[in-house]
């Protein structure tokens, strides 16, 4: 059974980095093929992909932000890490963490966490 | 501006038939598979159709997905209430800046 939960600042002050953990059970990133991403939700919009860690370490990120974002993993922890430098008050939202599965050429996100509000305020 | 387009809202009816369209591009649905996401007020969402039109274990066969050119639709059949719920549509853009995309969400209410 594959479980993911999301923790970190429920609030961050502007310009602040934000940092986030996502910590699994139920699959091991050392496994090829496997990989965790992050999505985010502002409040009451839409779904926005942030980055993708690999097995292997590779990775990619969300083209617009990317000069912002840094995902890594510790596999002995079963934890993925996402930052966010220069939070605004823009980058208010549920971030989630997801299992980035495959079956055939076929590539998604089928396993998602609860979710954690960060709001970003003074 | 999301690069995947859906209609803000839909309805139908408790049995009724409806349809959630999703456009997209040569970059993205033109040649990748299109997934598609449920989120029920309040969760996470949840993967409901994979690979244009594969159904993930445990997701009833009234979900159906497919998928024409740059376009992509998700059918329900036999609407029930518990339905009620953003559907979100998602693909891999292998444009000029590669990423996941999804669409804007369409909110579908059971009248």
């Known amino acids: 059974q594959i479980t993911l939960k999301e923790s970190g600042p429920t609030l961050v002050k502007p310009t602040q980095t934000l940092t986030l953990t996502c910590t699994f059970s139920?699959?091991?990133?050392?496994?090829?093929?496997?990989?965790v991403g992050w999505i985010r939700q502002p409040p009451g919009k839409a779904l926005e992909w942030l980055a993708l860690i690999y097995w292997n370490d590779d990775n990619r990120y969300s083209p617009s932000l990317k000069s912002r974002l840094t995902i890594t993993k510790d596999t002995s922890k079963n934890q993925v890490v996402l930052t966010v430098t220069n939070m605004d008050p823009v980058d208010t939202a549920t971030y989630y963490c997801?299992?980035?599965?495959?079956?055939?050429?076929?590539?998604?996100?089928?396993?998602w966490g609860r979710g954690t509000l960060v709001t970003v305020s003074s | 501006q999301s690069l995947l387009t859906q209609p803000p809202s839909a309805s139908g009816t408790p049995g009724q038939r409806v349809t959630i369209s999703c456009s997209g591009s040569?970059?993205?649905?033109?040649?990748?598979?299109v997934n598609w996401y449920q989120q029920l007020p309040g969760a996470a969402p949840k993967l409901l159709i994979y690979?244009?039109?594969q159904r993930p274990s445990g997701v009833p066969d009234r979900f159906s997905g497919s998928k024409s050119g740059t376009s992509a639709s998700l059918a329900i059949s036999g609407l029930q209430s518990e339905d009620e719920a953003d559907y979100y549509c998602?693909?891999?853009?292998?444009?000029?800046?590669?990423?996941?995309?999804f669409g804007g969400g369409t909110k579908l209410t059971v009248l």
């Open positions: 139920g699959f091991s990133l050392s496994t090829s093929g496997m990989g």
């Open positions: 997801a299992h980035y599965g495959d079956y055939r050429f076929a590539y998604y996100f089928d396993y």
């Open positions: 040569s970059s993205n649905i033109g040649k990748n598979l």
């Open positions: 998602a693909a891999w853009d292998d444009g000029l800046n590669e990423s996941w995309v």
């Open positions: 690979g244009h039109n």
